[in-house]
């Protein structure tokens, strides 16, 4: 193999220099020049922007890119100093139009000078960290014109007197409004606020300022709140016609702050016209536009919540103390759940169904109910009276409806046992007289109570019901084991469980002969039947049908109450009985007998008695007789007792007793509850457990739970911690 010479490569420089011509740079940018004056004379038709490109691009290539960009600079600032001045020279109107005209042909000029210059600012821009085309276009228009010394100022002042004049009612080109404010939202955020935003606010403020002064003085509260929120409506318009949208924010807060949160407490408390006024007269609209503007701002809505709460508890207040309305505890509750209505509509219709707004109304209702002690009485008087003949006609929906609103007022009070005790009562009345409207009605509000607070609640109200329907059997197996019975007087008996029932004293009366000898009858039966039970006679709770023939033979048949057929068949063997010999054969309470005997011969239409005197009340020594004038169209006539709807006070009182009575065991199954599952406890929490613990029944009293304590103590159930003694333990 012949060993090959090697040879070495070596690359020379190019032999050949190209000389660029010194006065390239020069001519290349009078073409360019020239064709940027010519693009601003609007005759950019006749020029080639390939070759325009294609010399920007050359320039750039040759180093001549900060000639090329000095000089951009230099011919759009003397461009821009000639349309300033015939910016300047524009007259009134003209002035905007001049600037808008103007600030279009400078951005399609400058969108032409990008594209010729682009490669520039692609590569020459970035590497020099200039500015480049279209934004530094955009600041010398903003230096130039926008802030130059003659049109800054007069700029700022013809656009805040356009948007006063739209203000005052004139009507503006809010197309040219929009185009010169954009114009500055363009130029830069800066440039936006600092040239216009920022002035268009303070002058803003001043201006609802005054307004608001002027309105608050002339205006009532209503008429005030509607010009609230026209302004504020407009001044929204106005964003979305030429603002910023970010202008949106900062212009409401500004009328927001003038016209409602600086006159708030003024507005509302406004004389015959204020929040009360609106509430007074359900006044929905005003209302809702003031809960919607006051929402708006800070503390807003808690004011008027302020204002409608003690509103609500004042008049609230005045209504459960009202002697007047006291006298008809159905008018009483009417009157509340008419409150209650009033106030929901309102929260509903006006305030947006605002759950602050509806847990200030029920701690409200809360708080005034519960001032008068004999709320729970009432409320179950109101149910008394609806059930009885108040639903009568009325659709099972509307039924519901009530008895739901019932239940409403029920949730507020504290002392739900004496509600019980008080419903029990009337609910015993209502079913041993018949007198109930519907049975349905009846079960209906037993499941509601139920549900609210459990079934100790109702058991016995449940047990009721119960025996009401076991009594019919039992007539039924009574009068089939005495067939000899159906000529003779009828007798119906509902024999009620003794734990069930409200416990009535038994009293004693002396029935006339032919029913005292029937009662015996049907005992013998039910205790040969029943073993192991007792049976004592409530003749107090009982009624009668009777049949009396009058002076001219005149029949008519008597509804009454038991005792009062023991009065009436009295005068079967006497003419005339005095007050003493009729309490004496009766044996009936003195108070019942005065009101048996004042319903038979004081009431007109009903009179069966006389009496002698005449007089409405009954005194020892009347004297009664048949009243043998007595007429009615009515064959058979009903003859009420004369009833104290209301409790007298010492039934009241003694009403209270058993419900402080049924309290204590109560007390103290709850202590015993709490004590055994935390074994040791300090005497404030078991005092705050108990309340916990009770209070959808009653509100424990704290004094009443220190003696239960001490009772417990005694018994053994609990000890006192021998160091520490308001430390309580539990003994196993």
């Known amino acids: 193999m012949s060993n090959q010479k090697k040879r070495n490569f070596q690359i020379e420089a190019f032999k050949h220099r190209v000389v660029v011509d010194p006065k ?19 005759n950019a038709s006749g020029l080639s922007f390939e070759e325009l490109y294609r010399n920007a691009y050359n320039m750039v290539l040759h180093k001549f890119g900060e000639k090329l960009y000095s000089g ?55 590497s020099t960290q200039k500015t480049p085309v279209h934004e530094l276009g955009l600041n010398l228009w903003r230096d130039n014109i926008v802030r130059s010394s003659k049109i800054q100022t007069r700029l700022l002042n013809t656009l805040l007197e356009l948007v006063l004049r ?18 500055l939202m363009d130029l830069g955020p800066s440039v936006y606020q600092d040239d216009f ?24 509260c209503g008429d005030y709140l509607q010009q609230a929120e026209r302004r504020l409506n407009e001044e929204l318009e106005r964003v979305t016609h030429y603002l910023d949208a970010k202008s949106e924010a900062k212009i409401t807060n500004v009328v927001e702050k003038e016209m409602i949160a600086n006159h708030m407490l003024r507005l509302v408390h406004m004389e015959n016209s204020g929040l009360v006024n609106m509430l007074l007269d359900d006044k929905y609209e005003d209302l809702g536009r003031m809960y919607n503007l006051f929402r708006r701002v800070a503390n807003g809505l808690s004011t008027i919540r302020e204002v409608m709460t003690s509103h609500i508890r004042e008049t609230g207040k005045q209504l459960v103390s009202d002697p007047e309305t006291l006298k008809d505890p159905v008018e009483f509750v009417q009157r509340l759940l008419d409150e209650k209505d009033k106030y929901d509509s309102i929260i509903r219709l006006s305030f947006n169904n605002d759950k602050t707004f509806l847990n200030a109304l029920n701690s409200s209702f809360e708080y005034f109910i519960n001032l008068n002690n004999r709320s729970p009485e009432f409320i179950s008087l109101f149910v008394d009276d609806k059930l009885r003949k108040g639903l009568e006609g009325v659709s099972e929906e509307d039924v519901e409806i009530i008895l739901d609103k019932v239940m409403m007022l029920f949730r507020y009070l504290q002392e739900k046992d004496v509600f019980e005790k008080y419903y029990k009562q009337h609910l015993a009345k209502r079913l041993l007289s018949g007198k109930t409207v519907s049975d349905e009605a009846e079960r209906s509000l037993i499941v509601k109570l139920k549900t609210e607070c459990g079934y100790q609640f109702t058991s016995k109200l449940e047990g009721m019901f119960t ?19 159906g000529d003779g007087p009828t007798l119906t008996v509902q024999v009620l469980t003794t734990g069930s029932w409200p416990t009535q004293p038994s009293v004693t009366c002396n029935l006339p002969l032919e029913m005292s000898e029937l009662c ?15 049976l004592s006679w409530q003749t107090n709770m009982g009624t009668a ?16 109450s038991t005792y009062q057929m023991c009065v009436l068949m009295l005068f079967n063997n006497a003419d005339r009985l005095n007050y003493k010999e009729i309490e004496q054969a009766t044996e009936i309470p003195a108070l019942d007998l005065k009101r048996c005997l004042q319903s038979m011969a004081c009431v007109k239409g009903k009179n069966v008695l006389r009496k002698e005197p005449m007089s409405k009340d009954i005194g020892e020594d009347d004297a009664f007789f048949v009243n043998d004038k007595f007429t009615s169209k009515l064959h058979k006539v009903k003859i009420g007792t004369v009833v104290a709807q209301k409790e007298s006070e010492p039934e009241k009182q003694e009403t209270r007793q058993r419900v402080e009575e049924d309290r204590k065991p109560q007390i103290e199954a709850a202590i015993v509850r709490i004590m055994k599952s935390r074994r040791t406890l300090d005497h404030n929490n078991v005092i705050s457990e108990v309340t916990k613990q009770l209070q959808s029944r009653f509100l424990a009293n704290p004094t009443e739970v220190k003696k239960r304590i001490e009772s417990l103590i005694e018994r053994e159930f609990l000890e006192r911690d021998n160091v520490d003694r308001k430390l309580y333990r539990y003994l196993a």
């Open 520 to 534: 015996e009858k049907f005992r013998s039966y039910y205790l040969g039947t029943h073993t192991g039970r007792r």
């Open 467 to 485: 025996d009401m329907k076991t009594a019919q059997d039992t007539m039924q197996g009574f009068y089939a084991s005495h067939p000899e019975l």
């Open 197 to 220: 935003e920022n002035h268009f606010l303070e002058v803003s403020a001043e201006f609802y300022k005054g307004e608001s002064q002027n309105f608050i003085e002339c205006c009532d």
């Open 72 to 126: 951009l600079v230099t011919t759009m600032t003397s461009h821009l100093k000639e349309i300033s001045k015939s910016i300047e020279s524009a007259q009134g109107g003209m002035f905007l139009e001049e600037m808008n005209k103007k600030w279009t042909e400078h951005n399609k000029a400058l969108q032409m000078i990008r594209d010729i210059l682009m490669y520039m600012d692609r590569t020459y821009i970035p």
């Open 545 to 560: 049908d009777i049949k009396a023939t009058f002076g001219k033979g005149q029949r008519h048949e008597l509804n009454v």
């Open 166 to 183: 739209e203000r005052t009612g004139d009507v503006i080109n809010r197309g040219l409004m929009r185009n010169i404010i954009k114009m």
């Open 24 to 42: 390239y740079a020069d001519k290349t940018w009078k073409v360019l020049e020239h064709a940027i004056r010519e693009i601003y004379n609007h």
